[in-house]
C-alpha cells in the first residue's frame, strides 16, 4: 500500500520553506525566532513538552499544527499567558482569544464540494459507505456534517454505513474489507481524508470492487496519482500550502506591527481535484 504524506509534515516543510525566505527582523529589535510545532495530532503531551522548550527559548512566535482542539487549549494558553502569540494551523481549538490566528481550510465548504462530485458521480441513487476521521478532531464532525448537507438532500441516496478509521490507511483498508462482505452492492465510499479514502479503494480492488466510486478530501499527492490512473474519482484539495505561507506572513506581521490585521478566525476555500484538473495540481496546491 503506497505511504502517503501526512499534511502536517507538508505544512511544516512549507512554514519551513517561508522561515528561510523570511528575514524574520525588526528593525526596532532585531531578529526575532518563528517556532514551528507538528506534534502529532493525538500526542498532546509531546505538543506540551514542545511549547515549553519554545517559551524557554524565548521565541517571537509559534506556528502550531496542534494536537487537538480540546487537548491543546492549555499549551495555546500557556504561550500566550507567556506572551508568545501562537499561530494554529490544519485545525482549530475549541477556544478563541488565545491564539493570535487560527488558519484552516475551509473544511465545511470542501465537503460540500466533494458531496456534489460524489452524488452527481453516484447518479444521485445507490448504496454508499462513510469513513470519517478520528472523533475527536473537529475537522472529522465537520466535514461529515458537509458531506450530509448535500447527500441527504437526495433520497435515492442510502447510507449502508459508517464508519471511524481514525485517518488513518491501513485502518480503512481493515474497516473496508470487513464492510463490503455484508454491502457487496455499495456504489460508492465518501471519505474524510484521502489516506482512508486510498485505503477504502485498495480493499475494494482486491475483492474486484474497483467499479465502487471513491471520493477523498485532502489533495495529497497519492490521491491526485489514484485518480489519474483511474482509481479514486476525485478528491478536495485541502489548501494546506497556502495556509502554512498564511501563517508565516502573520506571523512576522504580528512580531514586526503587533497585530496581524486580520481576524482570529480564518478559512480558506477548498478546490475539488477530478480527473479533468488533477495535472493542474502538486503538493497540496495548484501547480
Known sequence: MKRVVPVAAVLATVVLMMLAACTGRSERNGPKTIAVITPSH?????????????IAQHVAAIVLDNAGADASIAAVRKANDAGIPSFLIDR???????????IIANNYQGAVLGAEE??????????????????????????????????????????????SANWSQNEAFQKMETLIQGNQSINGVIAGNDTMALGSAAA???????????????????AIASIKAGEMKATVLQPAAAIARAAIDQAHQFITSGSTGKPEKQAIDCELITPANAAQFGVFARK
Not at 493525538?42 to 519554545?54: G, T, Y
Not at 482549530?92 to 487560527?102: D, L, S
Request: hydrophobic letters at 40%; charged letters at 25%.
Open 118 to 163: 460524489f452524488v452527481r458521480l453516484m447518479a444521485e441513487k445507490g448504496e454508499y459507505i462513510e469513513l470519517v476521521g478520528k472523533e475527536s478532531d473537529t475537522n472529522a464532525g465537520v466535514r461529515s456534517q458537509g458531506f450530509h448537507s448535500v447527500i441527504d438532500r437526495y433520497p435515492g441516496m442510502h447510507r449502508a454505513a459508517r464508519q
Open 42 to 54: 493525538d500526542d498532546a503531551f509531546k505538543q506540551d513538552q514542545l511549547i515549553d522548550v519554545a
Open 92 to 102: 482549530e481549538i475549541n477556544a478563541t482569544g488565545i491564539a493570535a490566528a487560527q
Open 204 to 222: 475494494l480492488k482486491a475483492a474486484n470492487l474497483g467499479r465502487v466510486i471513491v471520493v477523498g478530501f485532502d489533495g495529497s499527492p497519492d
